[in-house]
């Protein structure tokens, strides 16, 4: 924690202090969802319709929203008919986005507060890059998915034409934080998010690993260009 001036900042580090990481999370959620429009262009829209469209969720299906924030993402997947619930370990956002009125649950990645098989399909978006122990949150996500279930990884990933990569990630580190201090209730921590995402793995990486906690047939397909990536797996019991 630091103080700018009077305005007290929180900025998680990159050792995801799970402590930290929700602080800074209640700290931005008043004006979240405006600042992640405003900073990717509006495009977040189109992510999280491409998310729904590779989850393919159906009507009576169970859906988890992990590190679902205000909501707004699992409001998209209930367009598909299927009972839809949104899991966050941010008390703040889940506040902030009591309104939407789909059921919300506070949780933890690494300790899921569900049973064994509890869903059809469990997707998490540009959360599972703030987990401390991402390879644990996977397999719990592999625990509480019935046999025959389905996982989507919505994340930023490595950009995969090169000339626009380097401007990406340029744009990351200097543009991003300037463009949040407009409109976030938080700016700070948009510093992390630029940081978080230069060290994200890249597309074949996070593959791997997904496969590594025990999914199966996994695939990926890029957003943008590769701004953003979705992983999706099996599980095949």
């Known amino acids: 924690m630091a103080k ?20 800074m999370f209640d700290g931005v959620a008043k004006r979240y ?4 429009t405003v900073i990717s262009g509006g495009q977040d829209r189109y992510w999280r319709w491409a998310t729904r469209r590779a989850l393919d969720p159906r009507p009576g299906e169970r859906v988890l929203d992990l590190a679902a924030g205000t909501g707004v993402s699992t409001v998209e997947l ?6 839809c619930v949104a899991a966050d370990f941010s008390q703040g956002m889940l506040a902030a986005g009591r309104g939407r009125q789909v059921p919300m649950v506070a949780g933890d990645a690494m300790a899921l507060p569900f049973a064994d098989d509890s869903f059809d399909a469990v997707t998490i978006s540009f959360g599972l890059r703030n987990v401390a122990d991402i390879d ?4 719990e996500m592999l625990r509480v998915t019935k046999p025959g279930g389905r996982l989507v990884i919505c994340e930023f990933s490595t950009p995969v034409f090169g000339p626009f990569r380097t401007v990406y990630m340029e744009y990351l580190m200097k543009a991003l934080p300037r463009v949040a201090r407009a409109v976030s ?35 990926w397909r890029n957003l943008t260009g590769g701004v953003v990536a979705l992983h999706r797996g099996f599980n095949l019991g």
């Open 4 to 23: 700018t001036g009077q305005r007290e900042t929180i900025r998680a580090s990159l050792e995801k202090r799970p402590d930290e990481v929700a602080s």
């Open 33 to 36: 969802d405006l600042t992640n």
């Open 78 to 83: 209930r367009r598909s008919g299927a009972w």
């Open 136 to 139: 644990l949150a996977m397999r």
């Open 185 to 219: 209730s938080n700016p700070d921590a948009y510093v992390y998010l630029a940081e978080s995402i230069r060290a994200w793995p890249a597309q074949r990486q996070l593959a791997r690993r997904i496969t590594e906690a025990g999914w199966s047939t996994v695939k």
